[in-house]
């Protein structure tokens, strides 16, 4: 069986590639593979070193503050790299292929080295080709070998299904140029108020005062997006992204933008300029967030939802219904006989 990637380099070009014949490399190292103690903005560090010790001291990143402000100091705590008994980490297919989908267009060689698709028939012990099967011992054997080489593997049709959003990207000038600044850099900065380490890894650092991020959907209308956006903490992601670049010295950014691309055909996307007062109060979020993850550090206490004994009260709206609503019978209280 081949597991290799066909490429069709005359019906597609990463933007990454074009970012680098545009851009080149401003005010960045490269990472030594050692513990970083400087600030800055830093290249080739793997996305599994970015999540674990990077820097001298202990750090957060995006997904770890927005999991504090949003949930509590104990789900952040359950799987952190700083948690000793924290639980093996799963995967899941979406997950995978929204990794796949960033990396083939924002950085076409980093795809082959950690992605390969899944051939669609194999060799039987009869030297006859079948159509693939889960349950045949080479086909397992196939995909042991490739978990062992650290490589995720993809269907064909997810394969065509990026190229296709590719495709489709790449005919809008506003979508190209968005993501057309240093892609995948890792912003590493310490924070002054509490000496934490802070990690920031946006998809394009902006070659003008906008950023952009790229996100994979499944539905890209505005009620969709809008749930996305609260729900995964987006504003919070590219306000960190802000703040660490502005603390590194690049220029001021004025602008942050969501660029939803829907996963299947005809995949239609959806730009989205933010607020830039959401993005400031999801600044302060942010400074919450650190704040408390820095105490929880020195206390070495990661305690549960920050409400927690509170009493709890019903929302307005199921008040107002239930306050004027005359079928509901009043209680009568109990008399002495």
């Given at each position: 069986?081949?597991?290799?990637?066909?490429?069709?380099?005359?019906?597609?070009?990463?933007?990454?590639?074009?970012?680098?014949?545009?851009?080149?490399?401003?005010?960045?190292?490269?990472?030594?593979?050692?513990?970083?103690?400087?600030?800055?903005?830093?290249?080739?560090?793997?996305?599994?070193?970015?999540?674990?010790?990077?820097?001298?001291?202990?750090?957060?990143?995006?997904?770890?503050?927005?999991?504090?402000?949003?949930?509590?100091?104990?789900?952040?705590?359950?799987?952190?790299?700083?948690?000793?008994?924290?639980?093996?980490?799963?995967?899941?297919?979406?997950?995978?292929?929204?990794?796949?989908?960033?990396?083939?267009?924002?950085?076409?060689?980093?795809?082959?080295?950690?992605?390969?698709?899944?051939?669609?028939?194999?060799?039987?012990?009869?030297?006859?080709?079948?159509?693939?099967?889960?349950?045949?011992?080479?086909?397992?054997?196939?995909?042991?070998?490739?978990?062992?080489?650290?490589?995720?593997?993809?269907?064909?049709?997810?394969?065509?299904?990026?190229?296709?959003?590719?495709?489709?990207?790449?005919?809008?000038?506003?979508?190209?140029?968005?993501?057309?600044?240093?892609?995948?850099?890792?912003?590493?900065?310490?924070?002054?108020?509490?000496?934490?380490?802070?990690?920031?890894?946006?998809?394009?650092?902006?070659?003008?005062?906008?950023?952009?991020?790229?996100?994979?959907?499944?539905?890209?209308?505005?009620?969709?997006?809008?749930?996305?956006?609260?729900?995964?903490?987006?504003?919070?992601?590219?306000?960190?992204?802000?703040?660490?670049?502005?603390?590194?010295?690049?220029?001021?950014?004025?602008?942050?933008?969501?660029?939803?691309?829907?996963?299947?055909?005809?995949?239609?996307?959806?730009?989205?300029?933010?607020?830039?007062?959401?993005?400031?109060t999801a600044m302060r979020q942010n400074r919450r967030a650190l704040n408390v993850f820095a105490d929880c550090l020195k206390a070495n206490d990661w305690p549960t939802y920050a409400d927690n004994t509170l009493t709890w009260s019903a929302p307005k709206w199921w008040c107002d219904r239930h306050e004027h609503d005359s079928t509901l019978p009043e209680l009568q209280k109990d008399r002495a006989a």
């Open positions: 069986m081949s597991d290799h990637i066909d490429i069709d380099h005359d019906r597609f070009e990463s933007l990454g590639a074009i970012t680098d014949r545009i851009v080149g490399r401003r005010g960045e190292r490269d990472w030594n593979g050692q513990p970083i103690s400087e600030p800055g903005i830093y290249r080739k560090i793997p996305m599994d070193a970015y999540h674990a010790q990077l820097t001298e001291g202990p750090s957060i990143s995006s997904s770890g503050l927005r999991e504090i402000e949003n949930r509590s100091p104990m789900h952040y705590w359950a799987t952190s790299y700083l948690n000793p008994d924290r639980p093996e980490e799963e995967t899941s297919a979406s997950l995978d292929f929204g990794r796949a989908v960033h990396t083939l267009l924002l950085s076409e060689d980093g795809f082959r080295d950690d992605y390969v698709v899944r051939p669609e028939t194999y060799e039987d012990d009869a030297g006859k080709w079948k159509p693939w099967s889960g349950n045949a011992n080479v086909c397992k054997e196939w995909l042991a070998a490739r978990r062992a080489e650290g490589k995720t593997v993809l269907l064909k049709s997810q394969l065509t299904d990026i190229h296709g959003m590719a495709d489709r990207l790449a005919k809008n000038h506003v979508a190209v140029d968005l993501l057309r600044g240093r892609i995948e850099r890792s912003i590493i900065t310490k924070d002054t108020k509490t000496g934490v380490w802070v990690k920031s890894r946006p998809d394009s650092i902006p070659r003008d005062t906008i950023i952009a991020d790229l996100k994979t959907c499944a539905d890209a209308s505005q009620v969709a997006i809008s749930r996305s956006i609260i729900n995964y903490g987006y504003l919070q992601q590219m306000a960190l992204a802000i703040t660490c670049l502005e603390e590194v010295g690049q220029r001021q950014v004025n602008e942050a933008v969501l660029l939803f691309v829907e996963t299947s055909y005809p995949y239609a996307f959806n730009i989205k300029p933010l607020d830039n007062g959401d993005i400031h």
